[in-house]
């Protein structure tokens, strides 16, 4: 039996990688398929080598594209590699469009799919990743949840309770595993900054790609770029649009490109705040105990909210907001979502592992 991993973009490999090493302690044959879909090193090799993950079996290389584009080319390339030697279970990530493109494929040749971060919904279909979630919910065999809440959004869209599994969230598996390696004073020291800052990452599509929004959005930061230092790694997407409209003309917004896991997670524990529009973000910073602002009306990760240090924010409360964090301090306590505990890889391991041998013994 073979578990074939598919991962395209930044988001998946923290996940990916305590699946990978639960099942590697069950001794499971795997291959880890890399579609390319991020392709810079800061997106994607960095963290190959930053969590150990194996090197990819085989790398699609598609690049970036459109969506149709980006999506079609993944799928073309999965589905000559698993018509030729059919694995027993794919395991996609997120909701990403190389998720999308693997549970299309496996559903039209019958592979069976497990999907790891099931259930998770915005409500918002202007965002891609939102039909991503629900078409790969739809179509896989196994659904594995991080949050309470996913769990109701599966069973109310009709997907059958043996299906689904409350799991934990292993993306917080990597954080927890790597936190003594978070250390924020060498990266502050490496980026300049001597007192409190904040933490910005922007790259939706519906904050960067519409003009007149994305000038209120920068002349929010602005605002709160008054209070304190704003380090930027500023991710490919929306760059060119986002800098020619002044973003980088504040002294105290500090753009970079965008950073390595650990590089990055260590600024993100010793920031004051952090402004972001990012889905992992918002988890990572629940954990970690950081004030985080989200720049978007809706998200499919409403236990960061209810169980965490998150709120969802306009351009035109950001600066009040910020300042209201700034005046409260650091967090001395904080909830946490349950099993967020550093254990999901390997229930997520022994439900495949079980489900493969049920599937075996029929």
Known sequence: MTVVHITGARP??????????????????????????????????????????????????????????????????????????????????????????????????????????????????????EINRKVTDALSDLAFATSPDAIAHLSREGVAADRIHFVGNPMIDTLLAHLDRFDPEPARQAHGLSGPYAVATLHRPGNVDDKAHAVTLIQAIHKCADLLPILVPLHPRGRARLLELGFADHPNIRVVDPLGYVEFMSLVRGAAAVLTDSGGVQEETTVLGVPCLTLRPSTERPITITHGTNRLVRADTLPDELQAVLERGPLTEWPVPPLWDGKAGPRIARVIVDWLNARRAR
Do not use: W
């Not at 069976?112 to 099931?118: C, K, L, S, T």
């Open 12 to 129: 998946n490999f923290p996940k990916a990688a305590p699946v990978l090493s639960a099942l590697t302690s069950l001794g499971v044959r795997q291959q880890l398929v890399h579609t390319g879909q991020h392709y810079d090193d800061k997106l994607s090799d960095i963290f190959f080598r930053e969590l150990e993950l194996p090197r990819p079996d085989v790398n699609l290389g598609v690049g970036s594209g459109s969506h149709a584009t980006q999506t079609a080319a993944v799928m073309t390339a999965l589905e000559e590699r698993f018509l030729a030697e059919r694995p027993s279970l794919v395991v996609v990530y997120g909701d990403v469009n190389s998720t999308l493109a693997a549970a299309l494929v496996c559903a039209k040749i019958g592979v069976p799919v497990a999907h790891v971060e099931a259930g998770l919904r915005s409500f918002d279909l202007t965002m891609p990743e």
